[in-house]
């Protein structure tokens, strides 16, 4: 399975982003999918997560409420919509995919390469 993130930028706080993530793969109804983020010097932290169905999903406190996942299953693809950033948010956000449970740990089979998202204040 390969992982491609994209739709990372730079942006100034209180704005929105939404990451997309396109994965080439036959089964992707199968995978559990999860956007985790890394910023500089600090370990890599889960961030939210959906279900194969797009019924179930889980999201990181810090994030709760703020931010939005989503799955298009017949596109191969899942989202994750970034509104009231601040500059906390300021990390690269990876695109991971398991082929089940919604996990929080980084214990993913596939991992996209990142995309880098900045928040100006």
């Known amino acids: 399975v390969q992982l491609v993130e994209s739709g990372g930028g730079l942006v100034q706080a209180g704005e929105s982003l939404r990451l997309s993530c396109a994965a080439s793969t036959g089964a992707f109804t199968s995978y559990a999918m999860a956007w985790f983020r890394q910023a500089p010097g600090k370990a890599r932290e889960f961030i939210a997560v959906?279900?194969?169905?797009?019924?179930?999903?889980r999201y990181a406190d810090s994030v709760k409420g703020r931010f939005s996942i989503s799955r298009d299953n017949g596109k191969n693809m899942v989202y994750l919509q970034m509104n009231s950033l601040n500059a906390e948010d300021t990390a690269v956000y990876y695109c991971a995919a398991r082929l089940s449970g919604l996990r929080t740990a980084d214990d993913y089979d596939y991992w996209g390469q990142g995309t880098q998202v900045t928040i100006s204040s």
């Open positions: 959906i279900g194969r169905t797009n019924a179930a999903t």
